[in-house]
């Protein structure tokens, strides 16, 4: 008797599906009668009595269908309630019996039918049928090989890597060569779901994919679940796979909609057009109604995973929460309330519902789902979100698991506090007590928080007034490097500001602040020995010997001193000259790479603007590697002026603080490190109320508006201040434009420029003088439209830091700046100015020109100055038109003449004809 597979005659011979079992002769036509019978039964007491009346004449085809028939017909029956029929009992029997004839496609039949069978119990059968399709594993064909692997992810069957590795191979022979987009799809979903996925495979698998002409809707979505579920992310397959999306959408279903977003989102594949396409489907055709919560809280977590603030989607699950929200289970609440937190869109009523069916229950939330709720709680729009009873709750829920928490919860649970009580202004009942625990938890070293989770706590323990903790905790745990390494996902994690720049970051602030010399030294020398470039170290080494000069140790800076000439700090600039060192950093962003610095034609602007205010101190968001604040040192320190310029990054700060003294303008410009969140307060306590007479802000865009609105609260800005932001446009800064346009105590310029050193690349600033007023330090109209504008920004902003501007020139950049400029035309907010740039005799020259009423700036020319000059030939036109803000201030001044040259002293400036 031998076998069909290894003969292949039914593959030469016949059409149709292989054989389920091997026969001698033909089948009688008794049991072919008996195979169609058997489909056509509907119930399960049906089917068993069928199968109780004919068993005894059944051969092992009848068998398999027979079972293959069960879960077809179970329906919410348990199969317990048959578990003594006759019919059952002997159905067992003849599959024992019947798998030495069984053939490839029998096996892979009754393996999948047992495997979908409900409260199935013979483990001894199913390891059976796996055994004997093992020793077979050559003669499967590519749908009995995917059934079989469906099978083993259904029974989470890890521990057959035989099995698996057999099916790897059979996969790669005939699934990804011969498959059709069926087998391709339940391979995929199979090896992802086991956990047992191979890149090479799932490379082949990609390829036989984006083969397929017929690729159904359900398929898709399982396609893409598989290859996020095992981190594989194949962008010549999603690009193909979104695009067949798009183009067939309306035949998606709920399932296949939740589980198509969650997989982009969980790869940080953003495809905004698909993004956009599936929530407005989902809206539109009403399909969110039949969503179940998991699917819900899935696709709200994936827009907020990919930053996709879509307004009507968020607005649309919101009636579904209210309507739903008593099904809900835990990681629902946790990842429906992370969404919403995320995309910063105003929520207050859906946290109000979520915190109904939180509370009470926390006890039952895993410790990772808790914290994910706090932190969405304290990240939510409006504040008022932050002073839900939960915190008390989780707080009373907390202190007894102490002993038991990981370093991740502890970490977390600190941070959430004191920003919660950041929010508040008060602490929440019981968490000092808790905080207590957590600290000698982390002293005695029971845990061990990564540098991540370090500057997590020791912010937050600064930022609750305990610095002595934090100091504590960074020497007796930290300072020695003991700590395990952080980690990061995502495109952004070579370029995520490390964990220990961060406590550096606080710390540094702090001791600075409280003129702590022997600390700041110690943490100098500590950032020196973390740093493998002998530059850094130096820079370091130099910034602690300037430490000790202002605090008059020369016995200390000498000995710094000795340790510094070990290396030296290579540079191109002369010591003492500004404009030498401003020359060598423009010529790196000229000539090399490209640098984040407000040269070119943005220096024009800036130029201009203290050419018209003479402002006594600029505050400067974002300090970088301190060339915008040395530019605006040597232009205010004629009359006296200072800047002081506010940098998160310590590594930042240490090349700007060496720059500014290289410049020779160390007693001009001041770097106050910390989060600006934190290091306003420094300024305000160091230079008092109505000190700041001009701001430029230079950091993440999309909190222009916050941090200005903080300055006029905290009535740090001078009665007539000055208020200029860079990359308005590009990454952008959507709010801020909307509050400093629609505000009446703004007058504002919108400048039409180009990136320095890109000049394909367009942006704007703005240029915005303030008065006090009835709207002063008050939070502008609520524009929601705005939100996935805001969104899109802080995207292209973390694309920018992980290549550079200059590289997101065209699409979809240019896009999003259309629509940025369109969103604000529609609310009758325009470009007033730009800047115009010529080249004459080897210098770029850049002059100021209004825009007509309605006027569009000029498109780029295709001409790029940096092709032609080098740093340091560079120059404004300064004096060439009014800003509005000074219109209104000041008297017009005579049109006499603008100074050419920009940041020249008084004595060296020249003099042009406007426009010459």
């Known amino acids: 008797m031998s076998s069909f597979y290894a003969s292949a005659i039914w593959q030469k011979g016949k059409k149709g599906p292989p054989p389920i079992f091997t026969s001698i002769g033909v089948r009688h036509p008794e049991q072919i009668e008996l195979d169609l019978a058997l489909r056509d039964q509907t119930t399960l007491p049906a089917l068993l009595e069928l199968v109780g009346q004919h068993i005894q004449r059944f051969d092992a085809g009848n068998t398999v269908i027979a079972v293959?028939?069960?879960?077809?017909?179970?329906?919410?029956?348990?199969?317990?309630?048959?578990?003594?029929?006759?019919?059952?009992?002997?159905?067992?029997?003849?599959?024992?019996?019947s798998l030495t004839r069984l053939e490839p496609r029998g096996l892979s039949m009754l393996a999948y039918a047992l495997a979908r069978l409900e409260d199935f119990e013979d483990s001894t059968l199913l390891e059976a049928v796996l055994d004997k399709s093992l020793a077979r594993m050559d003669d499967f064909g590519p749908t009995d090989a995917a059934k079989l692997a469906w099978v083993m992810a259904k029974g989470q069957m890890k521990h057959r890597g035989d099995l698996w590795a057999a099916l790897s191979r059979e996969a790669t022979r005939k699934i990804c060569s011969s498959g059709r987009f069926i087998d391709i799809s339940m391979t995929a979903w199979a090896f992802a779901k086991a956990g047992v996925a191979e890149r090479v495979l799932f490379g082949q698998l990609a390829t036989a994919a984006m083969e397929c002409t017929e690729l159904p809707p359900h398929t898709i979505a399982n396609l893409c679940w598989a290859f996020a579920k095992s981190k594989n992310h194949n962008p010549p397959l999603f690009d193909m796979l979104a695009k067949r999306s798009i183009e067939s959408y309306k035949e998606f279903d709920r399932q296949s909609v939740s589980n198509l977003v969650w997989a982009y989102a969980t790869l940080d594949v953003c495809h905004e057009e698909l993004f956009s396409v599936f929530a407005a489907y989902t809206v539109e055709s009403g399909l969110w109604r039949e969503f179940s919560p998991q699917m819900a809280s899935n696709m709200l977590w994936a827009y907020g995973k990919v930053n996709v603030a879509h307004m009507r989607l968020f607005d649309t699950f919101a009636e579904f929460i209210s309507?739903?929200?008593?099904?809900?289970?835990?990681?629902?609440?946790?990842?429906?309330?992370?969404?919403?937190?995320?995309?910063?869109?105003?929520?207050?009523?859906?946290?109000?519902?979520l915190t109904c069916r939180s509370r009470g229950r926390l006890s039952t939330f895993r410790m990772d789902e808790l914290c994910g709720l706090m932190w969405a709680y304290v990240k939510a729009k409006p504040v008022s979100v932050a002073f839900s009873p939960i915190f008390e709750e989780a707080v009373q829920?907390?202190?007894?698991?102490?002993?038991?928490?990981?370093?991740?919860?502890?970490?977390?649970?600190?941070?959430?506090?004191?920003?919660?009580?950041?929010?508040r202004k008060a602490h929440v009942h019981g968490a000092p007590e808790l905080i207590d625990s957590l600290m000698a938890a982390m002293l005695d070293m029971r845990v061990r928080v990564d540098s991540e989770g370090a500057a997590q706590v020791v912010w937050s323990l600064w930022r609750m007034g305990r610095f002595h903790d934090a100091w504590t905790l960074y020497v007796r745990t930290l300072s020695d490097g003991r700590h395990p390494e952080h980690g990061k996902s995502g495109f952004t994690k070579k370029h995520a500001v490390d964990g220990r720049q961060r406590y550096y970051q606080t710390l540094l602030m702090e001791t600075e602040s409280r003129g702590d010399l022997q600390k700041q030294v110690f943490l100098w020398k500590q950032m020196a020995a973390d740093f493998y470039s002998r530059n850094l170290r130096t820079a370091c080494l130099n910034c602690a010997l300037m430490a000790m000069l202002k605090a008059r140790d020369v016995d200390g800076a000498k000995e710094m001193l000795r340790q510094a000439v070990r290396t030296k700090l290579h540079n191109k600039a002369t010591p003492g000259d500004a404009r030498s060192v401003h020359a060598a950093i423009e010529n790196v962003g000229l000539k090399e790479v490209w640098l984040k610095v407000a040269g070119g034609e943005k220096a024009c602007v800036i130029d201009n603007v203290i050419l018209k205010?003479?402002?006594?101190?600029?505050?400067?968001?974002?300090?970088?590697?301190?060339?915008?604040?040395?530019?605006?040192?040597?232009?205010?320190?004629?009359?006296g002026g200072k800047v002081v310029t506010m940098e998160m990054d310590p590594v930042n700060a240490t090349i700007a603080r060496n720059h500014i003294q290289m410049a020779g303008l160390s007693h001009a410009v001041t770097v106050q490190l910390g989060h600006s969140d934190d290091a306003v307060q420094c300024v305000l306590d160091k230079y008092g109320e109505q000190s700041v007479d001009m701001v430029f802000m230079d950091q993440r865009g999309t909190a222009f508006h916050d941090d200005l609105q903080r300055l006029e609260s905290l009535n740090l800005l001078h009665d007539r201040a000055v208020v200029v932001a860079d990359n308005v446009l590009k990454p952008g800064a959507p709010y801020h434009v909307w509050r400093i346009s629609s505000m009446p105590h703004y007058k504002t310029d919108i400048v039409d420029l180009r990136e320095f050193g890109s000049a394909p690349v367009e942006d704007w600033m703005t240029v915005s003088w303030t008065r006090r007023g009835e709207s002063y330090g008050k939070p502008a109209q609520e524009l929601r439209e705005l939100n996935m504008l805001a969104r899109e920004s802080d995207r292209f902003r973390l694309r920018a830091m992980a290549t550079s501007m200059k590289d997101l020139v065209g699409d979809p950049l240019d896009e999003f700046a259309e629509r940025f400029t369109s969103e604000f035309v529609a609310l009758g907010i325009r470009c007033s100015l730009y800047v115009q740039t010529d080249v004459v005799d080897g210098c770029a020259v850049s002059r100021l020109v209004r825009l007509e009423p309605g006027q569009a700036p000029p498109k780029w020319d295709g001409e790029d100055p940096r092709e032609e000059i080098q740093g340091g030939q560079w120059r404004a036109e300064l004096g060439t038109v009014q800003f509005r803000g000074e219109m209104e201030a000041f008297p017009m001044p005579a049109p006499a003449q603008a100074s050419f040259g920009g940041y020249k002293s008084q004595q060296e400036q020249m003099y042009i004809a406007p426009g010459g």
Request: aromatic letters at 12%; proline letters at 5%; charged letters at 10%.
């Open 68 to 97: 293959a028939q069960i879960p077809k017909v179970q329906g919410p029956r348990s199969l317990r309630a048959f578990s003594n029929s006759f019919a059952w009992q002997e159905l067992q029997r003849r599959m024992y019996s």
């Open 323 to 353: 309507i739903n929200i008593d099904s809900f289970d835990n990681q629902n609440i946790a990842n429906t309330a992370w969404a919403y937190a995320t995309t910063q869109l105003p929520s207050e009523g859906v946290f109000n519902i």
């Open 397 to 423: 829920l907390l202190m007894p698991q102490v002993p038991v928490l990981d370093a991740q919860s502890v970490s977390n649970v600190i941070w959430i506090l004191a920003t919660c009580q950041q929010l």
């Open 613 to 639: 205010q003479r402002p006594k101190l600029i505050l400067e968001f974002g300090t970088y590697v301190g060339y915008t604040s040395t530019r605006m040192a040597l232009q205010v320190a004629q009359w």
